[in-house]
């Protein structure tokens, strides 16, 4: 159970709800597959066994699950100009906009329960001690999704977002054009974008970015570009890449990680819990190292 990326939430710290209280009002909104008419239906479901948050060392799992069917406009589309032209040949005239509407629902109307469907999971990380809240989802769109979601089912959901002296773009120019923070190295991938009109944009995918490289960015930097993604490591245990929003993607968890989890463990659900387990514990020391290397957390 390794996270692929993060985007990284701020709760009180402790955060004061009970255990049973959360689950007894995420059943507020419980996952329901799509019925034939539903294009969308999301809701929490146990992220192993039946339990609706999964618990290990104090460490809390939620999963939103989203079903959406598949139906395709151009699909839809091409079927209201068949009907829309039999319409012309038997009437003498091409439909208006509002028949051409009207025409368009009863075929979507019709189509819905023969599309297929589609399922994905988004994880939610909870540390009620330390005030964490972290989302595994690939758009800040996902994100949202999920924690619109949570704050539906909650009585009270004091949720923020994680606010830093600096901010990330500011912060990974800094370094680019110094040295990486302490605890963190600098990898091989980097984008730059201008600020103005034309947007130009450079990026090194997989190019060492330390002597060789080091001149080229900083002239780039002295240009006006600003960096919008870093790739870094941290303390040679997690890989990431950072972006000018504060998302944390391509979240890699290095091998000796890994192979310390699943050493001497067979059960797929021991394994489950031991990812689970070192993961956060590392997400307890890595979270904090990001926030202070962006000169500390800053009081809302």
């Known amino acids: 159970m390794w996270f692929k990326n993060l985007m990284i939430y701020r709760l009180p710290a402790p955060w004061g709800i009970a255990l049973a209280a959360l689950i007894e009002q995420l059943k507020r909104g419980l996952f329901v597959p799509c019925g034939s008419q539903d294009p969308l239906t999301r809701g929490w479901v146990p992220p192993r066994g039946e339990d609706l948050v999964h618990t290990v060392n104090g460490q809390w799992l939620l999963m939103l699950a989203v079903e959406q069917r598949l139906l395709p406009a151009n699909v839809v589309n091409r079927e209201v100009m068949k009907r829309a032209e039999a319409l012309a040949k038997d009437q003498g005239y091409l439909p208006g906009r509002k028949s051409l509407r009207e025409l368009k629902d009863r075929v979507t109307e019709e189509f819905l329960p023969k599309a297929f469907t589609s399922l994905r999971k988004t994880p939610v990380w909870i540390d009620p001690v330390r005030g964490w809240l972290g989302v595994d989802a690939s758009s800040l769109s996902k994100t949202e999704e999920a924690l619109e979601h949570l704050r539906s089912c909650l009585d009270e959901f004091p949720l923020s977002l994680v606010q830093t002296n600096q901010a990330p773009v500011p912060a990974m120019a800094n370094w680019l054009a110094g040295e990486a923070p302490s605890g963190f190295t600098i990898d091989r991938d980097c984008e730059l974008k201008s600020v103005d009109e034309q947007k130009a944009a450079v990026a090194y995918k997989r ?88 000169g500390g957390e800053r009081e809302v």
Do not use: C, Y
């Open 207 to 294: 190019h060492p970015l330390g002597d060789e490289a080091a001149d080229e960015v900083k002239a780039h930097l002295v240009a006006g570009k600003l960096p919008t993604r870093l790739a870094m490591t941290w303390d040679d245990r997690i890989s990431f890449v950072l972006t000018g929003k504060g998302e944390i993607k391509r979240l890699t968890f290095l091998d000796v990680l890994k192979e310390s989890a699943q050493d001497g463990i067979e059960n797929a659900e021991e394994i489950f819990d031991a990812e689970f387990a070192l993961m956060t514990g590392e997400f307890s020391r890595f979270i904090p190292a990001l926030v202070e290397a962006m």
